[in-house]
């Protein structure tokens, strides 16, 4: 027998209210805080839009997480909500009596209409998503009466009818409306529109700068004034940048960029693929770091070995928990070089990937006492580089003895292949079986990936033991 649950007053009143527009605007001025958002959130739902504009007039909490309701954007509700922040615009009075003073549009926010709303709350829910907080920018200095908050993916498909119809409206308000994002993502968009988005957003409120398509030089050249103007940014990611051979203005190009690092006093996240303008120039840019990073990650590009050495005398790399090297040729350098680089992150270091850097035994062995006192190190990845039984033992027996060490991506011994490069399963079986019984010796377990790809996270065995789990896999021939 199944059991009724009544409605609640609070779901009762709305839905009278609703029935009703007329009597619901007269009884937004006397309707308890505690209605606000259960009450908001049918009107929403049931796009009453002359009852959305008129509670946004009378709002009593200083944000709005309106992008926590939208599964799909719909510009008819977005114009009701707007329209009620004209009002508020138009009339200085009810703006200073009226708490409203952010609009968030960004897909947060489910916990605030959770928690006024009961359980039965249709709200769009991402997990990937920070909780609404309010933005710090506002203690530090005065922002416009009223902010609008949004997530900025800028791509062609961007230019949707929703939020031509907020570009718009923005525009047109720029004096008394701040548009802001904390995260901008780039993936396909002419640097003309990207620079017309851009003009109508408070760039120093971003705080993460992705970009997802591979530019030239000359148009990371053209929009490096305005990540300069992002002086609050944290972490940057540039995808591959592309060199002519003809630059005749690489050079200036390179400066025009590399300067604008003076002026992100923030940043300590800094990941580039394929930055091959750095090649024999990646001292320009450390020079221009301002804070000590914490990630740093310079990916399948070419660099000298004085690119290393600078590096390594980095002031702003001694507290980095991530390096990510993968790709770097460190064939011909010398092993010193990586030797001295680890010995200056040995205290914080958590993450280093080296995976195809061309590293052979001679050079892992250099680097093997500076690795074995990193003590903090997490997670230690080397894949794609070629690597004999001998020297894959002693990387065991020096890095037993970090205790935060969780996670061990390595090579399958070169023992395994033919003269041809041609992977024998059944040799690397035998030598698995010589891998646990070290292991075993040193008594403490321990979790291994061992590939004959770069990529070992998608293995296809498991060989198991009491104290020690080595996962295989590896690419069929």
């Known amino acids: 027998m199944s059991i009724w649950n009544p409605p609640r007053l609070l779901d009762l009143v709305g839905m009278s209210l609703l029935r009703d527009e007329a009597l619901a605007f007269a009884a937004l001025k006397d309707l308890p805080t505690e209605f606000f958002p259960s009450l908001f959130m049918e009107a929403f739902h049931g796009r009453h839009s002359e009852t959305l504009k008129a509670m946004v007039q009378a709002w009593p909490f200083v944000r709005l997480p309106l992008g926590g309701l939208m599964e799909m954007p719909h510009v008819g509700t977005l114009q009701a909500v707007l329209d009620g922040l004209d009002v508020l615009l138009a009339q200085k009075d009810c703006l200073r009596r009226c708490k409203l003073r952010v609009l968030d549009l960004r897909n947060t926010g489910q916990d605030f209409w959770s928690m006024w709303s009961g359980s039965n709350v249709r709200v769009s829910s991402s997990s990937s998503m920070a909780p609404v907080a309010e933005d710090r920018s506002r203690t530090e200095k005065p922002l416009a009466p009223l902010e609008v908050f949004i997530e900025l993916c800028l791509s062609e498909g961007t230019m949707d009818e929703f939020f031509i119809y907020l570009m718009q ?3 047109k308000r720029k004096v008394s409306i701040h548009l802001c994002c904390k995260k901008l993502k780039i993936v396909t968009m002419s640097m003309e529109n990207i620079m ?29 004034p305005l990540l ?4 609050n940014v944290q972490r940057l990611f540039l995808s591959p940048i592309l060199v002519s051979a003809f630059e005749e203005l690489e050079q200036q190009h390179v400066v025009q960029i590399t300067s604008q690092f003076l002026r992100l006093h923030h940043l300590r996240d800094l990941r580039m693929e394929s930055p091959s303008f750095l090649q024999g120039r990646l001292d320009q840019m450390l020079r221009c770091l301002k804070t000590p990073l914490e990630n740093l990650a310079i990916t399948h590009c070419l660099i000298t070995e004085s690119d290393l050495k600078h590096l390594s005398q980095c002031l702003n790399i001694s507290q980095l928990k991530g390096l990510d090297l993968s790709g770097v040729p460190l064939t011909d350098f010398s092993p010193e070089l990586l030797q001295v680089l680890l010995e200056k992150v040995a205290a914080t270091l958590q993450e280093l990937d080296l995976n195809l850097c061309g590293i052979m035994d001679c050079q892992l062995e250099a680097i093997l006492p500076a690795l074995s006192h990193c003590s903090q190190l997490r997670t230690f990845s080397i894949c794609g580089n070629l690597l004999s039984m001998a020297i894959m033992e002693k990387l065991l027996r020096h890095t037993d003895g970090l205790p935060s060490l969780i996670l061990e991506l390595y090579p399958a011994p070169k023992e395994s292949y033919s003269s041809q490069r041609i992977l024998h399963l059944g040799r690397l079986a035998q030598l698995q079986a010589e891998l646990i019984e070290i292991m075993r010796n040193l008594g403490r377990p321990r979790t291994i990936w061992i590939s004959s790809s770069p990529c070992p996270r998608w293995g296809n065995e498991i060989f198991c033991h009491e104290k020690t789990i080595i996962y295989c896999c590896f690419v069929p021939p």
Request: aromatic share 8%.
């Open 228 to 231: 300069g103007q992002m002086g």
């Open 196 to 224: 017309n988005v851009l003009s109508m957003v408070q760039l120093d409120c971003i705080q993460e700068v992705q970009v997802n398509c591979t530019w030239h030089l000359s148009t990371l050249a053209v929009f490096a």
């Open 169 to 171: 409206w923005v525009e």
